[in-house]
């Protein structure tokens, strides 16, 4: 049976929840909005863009760890990328008043630990090292205080910047890609990129050296302030080339979903 075994976080063993990375509340609100379905491109050449109900869970947690980790960390992290803390939009960005940092950080350090240990296709390009897994695994089981000098976060929201957009500001929170790594040259880093609900996350491993952790869109674990740039969604080469391949499998009929539809909407 796949939902009997260890739990990841606290390692007892009984009944399973199916569990997700990137929340199930995401993929409902996207599939809510198109007719019960999301819609799927992946980065294989001869696989169609499809319909899809899929939300890349998995059998990890027991259901004390899942409460623990949705309660704590996913239900706030999600209020405060939805705007439910009423945030300052300006010209450039977003500015957040009030936001506990440290939370947000472990929702999204929550999410890359979860995805780092799944086996869905969808996650396979997350990794992580048994180190930082394990420190990862007490810091969330624990609620423990991460420190700044331990991993760094950034985050920006994206926007079609191009002359003639497609995305409006509400249909990019509609897109979702599974995480994937970075490598950055003359360096050891090593960063785990994320996008969903229009904001685009990037978590290094290895915290930035402090002259470049005050940079705009970089948490601040221990303040309550953060300003969220604005980004070009088309200046994120990887999800560029995701974009591009879609264009080109829907432009060549290499599709089974028949209407594409982008509705408009002001909400920021
Ligand atoms: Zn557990």
């Not at 319909?51 to 890349?56: L, V």
């Not at 405060?80 to 440290?102: H, M, S, V, W």
């Not at 939370?103 to 780092?116: E, G, H, N, P, Q």
């Not at 509400?170 to 996008?195: D, G």
Request: aromatic share 12%.
């Amino acid at each position: 049976m796949d939902n009997i075994g260890y739990c990841k976080l606290c390692r007892c063993f009984g009944e399973l929840e199916n569990s997700h990375a990137i929340g199930d509340a995401i993929f409902k609100k996207i599939s809510k909005n198109n007719n019960g379905q999301g819609i799927s491109v992946t980065s294989e050449n001869s696989e169609p863009i499809q319909y899809t109900q899929d939300s890349w869970a998995e059998y990890q947690l027991c259901s004390s760890c899942e409460k623990l980790l949705n309660h704590k960390f996913e239900g706030y992290g999600l209020k405060a990328l939805r705007g439910k803390f009423k945030p300052n939009i300006t010209e450039y960005g977003i500015n957040f008043i009030g936001l506990d940092q440290q939370r947000l950080a472990k929702y999204f350090l929550s999410i890359v630990w979860r995805a780092a240990h799944s086996t869905h296709p969808a996650y396979k390009d997350t990794k992580i090292s048994a180190c930082e897994s394990e420190y990862l695994r007490q810091v969330l089981q624990n609620d423990e205080v991460i420190p700044n000098s331990k991993f760094t976060i950034k985050i920006a929201r994206i926007q079609d910047m191009a002359q003639k957009p497609i995305f409006t500001r509400e249909t990019t929170r509609e897109l979702i890609i599974s995480p994937f790594c970075r490598a950055y040259k003359n360096s050891t880093n090593v960063s785990v990129c994320m996008l969903f609900e229009g904001f685009f996350i990037e978590v290094f491993y290895k915290a930035l050296p402090i002259n470049q952790r005050g940079a705009i869109g970089m948490l601040d674990f221990r303040k309550n302030k953060l300003f969220v740039p604005f980004v070009n969604m088309f200046d994120i080469e990887e999800l560029k080339n995701i974009l591009a391949l879609g264009y080109q499998k829907h432009h060549t009929g290499n599709t089974q979903v028949k209407f594409l539809s982008v509705s408009a909407n002001n909400s920021t």
